[in-house]
């Protein structure tokens, strides 16, 4: 399997813009999670979803975040408008089950001008 | 005061030395993950645990939910062992992270 697959691996755009992040997960995987992770505050859990429900998005920052899981084997984040805070690794995990070992994308560089 | 606690902060260790890495949670959890970061930034899951203890290879991962402690230990050390190790906490549909344990593992 090619593991938990993230695009783009590097992102750079300009304040106001609109970024969208795109994760696929291991097939056969039935949650997956969005991570931010910055010098400041660390790793953190935006959202996820169990069989393509989002289950809690309290960690999403504020509005201007959204995700989605379409189908099984594809989701996505949007910010949209983007601001210089929201520069960070983003990174996508994925488990069996909700309480199994996670596999962590290698992540996307988001990096707001 | 953090929910989850880790420490050391940093840790340097010479090759063969035996490593404990410790992290204190203050709040009940359903489960507890120890996350291994790779100096490129790429992470990767070692363990979870929900009681007792785990062994791969040279590391072991123990948990005591009464105490609300877990400590991850790695055996043996080498210098590929070094990372950033998180600890991370699953309270029902949140999860909680540690700040990480910077190891240096010198040959």
């Known amino acids: 399997d090619a593991g938990v697959i993230q695009s783009p691996r590097h992102e750079v755009t300009e304040m106001g813009q609109e970024v969208t992040l795109r994760c696929k997960p291991i097939?056969?995987?039935?949650?997956l999670f969005w991570y931010r992770q910055t010098m400041m505050r660390g790793l953190e859990l935006l959202i996820y979803?169990?069989?393509?429900?989002?289950?809690?998005d309290s960690g999403m920052p504020e509005d201007r975040f959204s995700a989605k899981m379409p189908n099984a084997s594809f989701s996505t984040l949007k910010i949209q408008p983007s601001e210089p805070r929201d520069s960070a690794v983003y990174f996508c995990?994925?488990?069996?089950?909700?309480?199994?070992?996670?596999?962590f994308g290698p992540g996307t560089r988001l990096l707001v001008l | 005061k953090n929910e989850v606690e880790q420490s050391p902060q940093n840790l340097t260790a010479q090759e063969g030395e035996f490593i404990t890495i410790n992290c204190s949670y203050s709040?009940?959890?359903?489960?507890l993950h120890w996350l291994q970061q790779h100096p490129g930034g790429g992470i990767v899951s070692l363990f979870m645990?929900?009681?007792g203890k785990k062994k791969h290879g040279r590391l072991i991962a123990t948990i005591n939910i009464q105490e609300k402690h877990s400590s991850l230990h790695i055996t043996a050390s080498h210098p590929r062992d070094s990372a950033v190790y998180i600890c991370?906490?699953?309270?029902?549909?949140?999860?909680?992270f540690g700040a990480g344990t910077r190891l240096t593992v010198k040959p």
């Open positions: 709040v009940g959890i359903s489960a």
């Open positions: 995990a994925s488990s069996l089950v909700v309480l199994e070992t996670q596999y």
């Open positions: 097939s056969g995987h039935n949650s």
């Open positions: 979803f169990n069989n393509n429900v989002p289950i809690d």
């Open positions: 991370a906490v699953r309270l029902n549909n949140d999860m909680r």
């Open positions: 645990l929900s009681s």
